[in-house]
């Protein structure tokens, strides 16, 4: 995707992490986790990145987080990427005590690999980033003004995606696919039947 503008994604409740793994071997889903350290103030948050030979914009992508003010932790997933491309993680990952780069080998799949970043994010807050998708400037901030907002207790919420132009992406806000909401959308009939809703939303103000 292009820029995502997330004000407003974060999932609550995720927290605990181990030290940076430079290997983490096929045992990886049962790694256990730690304690987060203690902080004070406002809660820390992580973000979770899945990379599976994603190309060259992810090195935009990582810089943006890593420079993000109120990025507390980088988790980088890693199930594989060009020799090159890993190499320059590691580096980042050496030079950075906010990124934690986890290589598992093996593609294992990218909702194998959200969980596998949430364990090992310390954040109480996680935001789960596409590889490809470049944090505006404030956007973490902005985020943790909205969940502080939101108090205790598990919620999620959902983010703005926009492209390179500055338009909503499609597909960032959809309805709830349904035979009809398919059919409405594909054909287009929200312009002639009266109450019949497409099923984007990124025409929709927000």
């Not at 995707?1 to 030290?19: D, E, K, N, S, T």
């Not at 973000?47 to 990025?71: D, F, H, K, M, Y």
């Not at 190499?87 to 194998?112: C, H, I, P, Q, Y």
């Not at 998708?133 to 207790?153: D, F």
Request: hydrophobic residues 45%; positive net charge.
């Amino acid at each position: 995707c292009g820029l995502c503008i997330p004000y407003r994604v974060l999932l609550r409740g995720l927290a605990g992490m181990a030290p940076r793994d430079s290997s983490v071997g096929g045992d990886v889903g049962l790694l256990p986790r730690s304690e987060a350290a203690p902080g004070a103030g406002t809660a820390r948050l992580s973000v979770v990145t899945v990379s599976w030979q994603t190309g060259p914009r992810l090195l935009e992508a990582v810089a943006a987080i890593l420079a993000a003010p109120g990025v507390d932790e980088f988790v980088l997933v890693n199930h594989g990427n060009p020799p090159d491309l890993i190499r320059r993680l590691r580096e980042m990952a050496a030079g950075s005590d906010k990124l934690v780069l986890v290589e598992t080998g093996a593609n294992l799949g990218f909702a194998k690999g959200c969980n596998i970043g949430a364990r090992r994010a310390s954040g109480e807050w996680v935001v789960f980033l596409n590889p490809d998708a470049v944090l505006r400037p404030g956007s973490m901030r902005r985020m943790k003004a909205s969940a502080a907002e939101l108090g205790s207790g598990m919620w999620v919420l959902g983010a703005r995606i926009t492209n390179e132009n500055g338009t909503e992406q499609r597909g960032g806000r959809r309805g709830e696919l349904t035979p009809v909401s398919a059919m409405v959308s594909f054909l287009g009939l929200e312009r002639f039947i009266p109450g019949a809703r497409n099923l984007h939303f990124e025409n929709q103000p927000l």
